[in-house]
């Protein structure tokens, strides 16, 4: 969707490092979702925000809404081969929350 | 719980011809989608669903249709495929607007 962008697109880190994944929407957001998806397989749900200023964390990520609600981050500490794939961020909006729609992606690769 | 199931998992259509995928959930979600996703495109929403008899368009919804006559099942058919729908197709159900959104295993597509 061109409401919503994410950044980067792709992104490689060494083993352990911590890293960010940003998502933007040009609309105030209702909900924001996260979802990792391993190639080739299906969508694993990891959290959603709701709030402004909310921020959820599992395991090693932990994501955070902004108080604007138009921006959110993913990060991820110590980054182990496990966290590799792609993560989609979606968005439901006031008036329409009805649909679910996502960004592009970010293509992650964790260097052992 | 099966979750959410399609069938088939792979399909290889020739162009003009017909076919539908099925998607299923047994959670007694109201909501449920179909999403195609592309190389480097992310999920992009088809149609969707809020509920038996409601269907509604969602951001690329040209050559498919859908229909809800069950709460349980959500089919999407391709009247007349085209190379251009060659592509991997994930059916999802949610239980409420702002809830977690659980995915199917997706169905792979090539249309030659």
């Known amino acids: 969707s061109q409401e919503l962008e994410q950044s980067p697109q792709s992104l490689i880190v060494q083993e352990g490092k911590n890293l960010t994944i940003n998502c933007t929407s040009s609309k105030t957001l209702y909900g924001l979702y996260w979802y990792k998806q391993k190639y080739g397989e299906g969508l694993i749900f990891l959290m959603m925000l709701q709030k402004g200023g909310e921020e959820k964390s599992h395991e090693k990520i932990t994501a955070k809404l902004d108080e604007k609600k138009q921006q959110s981050s993913l990060h991820i500490t110590a980054s182990q081969p496990s966290h590799a794939g792609i993560y989609l961020c979606?968005?439901?909006?006031?008036?329409?929350?009805?649909?679910?729609?996502f960004g592009t992606g970010t293509l992650l690769a964790v260097q052992p | 719980n099966a979750g959410v199931t399609q069938t088939p998992k792979f399909q290889v259509l020739k162009t003009g011809q017909s076919m539908t995928l099925q998607c299923a959930q047994d959670?007694?979600?109201?909501?449920m989608s179909w999403y195609r996703q592309d190389p480097g495109m992310g999920l992009r929403l088809i149609h969707y669903s809020v509920g038996a008899g409601i269907t509604d368009q969602g951001e690329v919804p040209n050559g498919y249709n859908v229909s809800r006559s069950t709460t349980e099942d959500f089919p999407l058919r391709l009247l007349s495929a085209a190379p251009s729908q060659t592509s991997v197709y994930f059916c999802?159900?949610?239980?409420?607007?702002?809830?977690?959104?659980?995915f199917g295993p997706g169905t792979r597509l090539t249309v030659l």
């Open positions: 999802a159900s949610r239980n409420g607007r702002v809830n977690e959104q659980f």
């Open positions: 959670m007694n979600h109201e909501y």
């Open positions: 979606g968005a439901l909006y006031g008036g329409a929350t009805n649909k679910l729609i």
